[in-house]
Structure formats: C-alpha cells, structure tokens
C-alpha cells in the first residue's frame, strides 16, 4: 500500500489564535506524530506578501507562528516542518507551472473574483485597481507547493478547495505535456474541524480583529475572555447553549463528560460573568505547559531558526532531486 503524502501550509500573517489551535493546529500536532504517513508542514512567508506589505509583520508572525506549533508538540522528528523562502525550488517550480497556466483558469480564482467584484462595487472604473500579481498568481504558488512534495493529500477549509482544484488542473496539463511527471494531488476537507466565533459572535477572524490570541499573557487572555458577547439573559435565567460562544469554545477543548456538566450549569442559569470565569480558568489550565515553553522559544529564536533550518534540509532532499527530474522534462538539461 503507497504512504501517503500530507501537506499543509501557514500563511505568516498574524499572531496565532484559539480558532487557529482548534481549527487546524490542533489536528496537525496529532498527525505529526502518526509514523503512517508522511507530512509536511511548511510556513507560507512568500505567501504572506501578498496580502502584507510590512516586513516587520511578516517576520514577527513567522516567529510566533513557528514557535507556537513547536510549543504545542509539533514532531519535527518524523513530520517535515520548513520554510517555504527557505527552499529555492518552490519559486523556481512556480515559474515553470505558471508557463504551463492558462489566465482563464487564474480568472476563476475566488480571491481575484473577490478584490474585482471590491472595486466593481467601490465604483473604481479600474476592475484591476490594487490588484498584485502576487495576488493574481497566488494559486499557482500554493500548486508549486503542493506539487514540489509529492503531496497526494491537501487538508484544506471549504474556500481553499478551489486552489487544490487547481493544482490538479495545472498537474495534468503539465503531464499531457511532458509526461507523467508530477503526482496530482486530492483535497481532504473535514467537515467536523470546529470553526469558532470570536469576541463579537463573528467567525474569530484576525481580519475582524475578534481573536483571542492563543499564547497572550494571563491578564490579558482573561481580559479576552471577558470580552465575549453574551445576550442579556439574568442570573438563575435558564440559559441555551445553542449560538453560545462561551459554550463553543469551552466544548472544543474540554472532555465530552466536562461539556455536560456546563450543559447542566446552562439549564440551571449560570451567570454570564461566572461562565467566563470557569472558561478562563478551564483555558488557561490547558494552555499554561505549552505558553511557558512558547515564551523560552520566543525568547531564544535561534532555537526556532535551527528547527526551520533542519526540516528545510530534509524538505530539500526532496525538492532538490524532483526539480532536476523536472527541469529535464522540460528540456531544461546539462549539454554534455
């Protein structure tokens, strides 16, 4: 039976929050771990300048980033967790696909319909107005990214399903081509990953600035908590858990026995302000091991950087060899 290929990849904008962790940090540190198959984790900085213009920004993130899923267990041991500027034969492949890419495909990409649609409804005459390449040819990175590993399995949220499509499309016009070359990948979406609303009921977003960072100091991760929005139901009012933030994220981290105990506490009308209090508490029991090792991490990059440098070398015993197979299918080849 073949293994299996896993890879996913982190945008570096922003610092890492609790919707992050449940959502999809959580389930990678478990899958890290599983010998069964192979994954690679990779951090998207070239990614990252699309959508950032700070360089601050981006270098800070791909910190806090790094040195979050390392302090939340990450087995950099067995999973392949790199850098993506740090392998050369990602840019090098996003050209070679991006010559292989028809513009009617990257027209269809959900992210440039959305900035056109932007202007169209801002009244700019421009429909292009602001709009990058970076942007515009976004997908066609993450393809270079997908394809430069052998990944057979993308786990991916539904908006991202497209961007796996599409590398599959650019896979097979490749190998219509020059052969069967490069390995089509599928996308894997999991409908029970857990999606959390953030401080005002929205999805948490670092885009609605709603998000409670997931490594933020005890005072201020209370402070967070406090901050949730609740309806204005009394004490000893008996309380829904349905539509309930406060509920939702205490069930993605606690025991199924632990959720029916609040769900009894529901019923019996606990206070907003004593509910908030039990999920801080719950929260910050859970998180203080791996806070304490973020903040070493955080406070020594170099140990951060000698992760990424490692898993970049063994991400390179892959790419290096399989862009050189590459290379020579197009006719790009030594002459003698």
């Given at each position: 039976m073949t293994q299996d290929i896993y890879l996913t990849g982190i945008t570096t904008t922003g610092t890492p929050?609790?919707?992050?962790?449940?959502?999809?940090?959580?389930?990678?540190?478990?899958?890290?771990?599983?010998?069964?198959?192979?994954?690679?984790?990779?951090?998207a900085d070239y990614h990252a300048l699309a959508k950032n213009d700070d360089p601050d920004k981006?270098?800070?993130s791909t910190l806090e980033i790094a040195a979050a899923w390392l302090a939340l267990g990450m087995d950099t041991n067995n999973a392949v967790f790199y850098r993506q500027s740090d392998i050369p034969e990602i840019p090098e492949l996003t050209w070679i696909l991006t010559s292989m890419t028809a513009k009617?495909?990257?027209?269809?990409?959900?992210?440039?319909?959305?900035?056109?649609?932007?202007?169209?409804?801002?009244?700019?005459?421009?429909?292009?107005?602001?709009?990058?390449m970076a942007l515009y040819s976004y997908?066609?990175?993450?393809?270079?990214?997908?394809?430069?590993?052998?990944?057979?399995?993308?786990?991916?949220g539904r908006d991202q399903k497209q961007h796996v499509e599409m590398a599959r499309d650019i896979a097979q016009r490749?190998?219509?081509?020059?052969?069967?070359?490069?390995?089509?990948p599928e996308p894997v979406i999991d409908k029970d990953t857990a999606v959390l609303a953030g401080l005002d009921g929205r999805k948490m977003s670092k885009s609605y600035n709603n998000t409670i960072p997931l490594f933020a100091a005890e005072k201020s991760f209370r402070k967070r908590i406090m901050k949730i929005k609740t309806n204005s139901l009394e004490p000893g009012e008996p309380k829904d858990t349905q539509d309930s933030t406060l509920f939702d994220i205490y069930k993605a981290f606690a025991t199924p026995?632990?959720?029916?105990?609040?769900?009894?506490?529901?019923?019996?009308?606990?206070?907003?302000?004593?509910?908030?209090?039990?999920?801080?508490?719950?929260?910050?029991?859970?998180?203080?091991?791996?806070?304490?090792?973020?903040d070493r991490l955080m406070a020594d990059p170099a140990i951060v950087e000698a992760?990424?440098?490692?898993?970049?070398?063994?991400a390179r015993e892959v790419?290096?060899?399989?862009?050189?197979?590459?290379r020579s299918a197009i006719g790009i080849r030594k002459l003698g």
């Open positions: 929050h609790i919707g992050n962790y449940v959502g999809a940090i959580r389930p990678c540190i478990a899958a890290s771990k599983d010998a069964a198959n192979k994954n690679y984790y990779f951090l981006i270098s800070q009617g495909l990257m027209n269809r990409a959900h992210s440039y319909k959305a900035a056109v649609q932007a202007n169209s409804e801002g009244g700019n005459k421009d429909a292009d107005k602001g709009i990058t997908p066609i990175l993450m393809a270079a990214d997908i394809l430069m590993f052998k990944a057979t399995k993308v786990p991916v490749f190998n219509h081509h020059f052969g069967d070359v490069l390995v089509l026995e632990e959720t029916a105990e609040v769900e009894k506490l529901y019923a019996e009308g606990i206070a907003w302000g004593e509910m908030k209090q039990r999920l801080f508490e719950y929260l910050n029991d859970h998180i203080k091991p791996a806070r304490d090792e973020y992760e990424l440098l490692k898993g970049a070398a063994r790419s290096a060899p399989y862009l050189e197979q590459i």
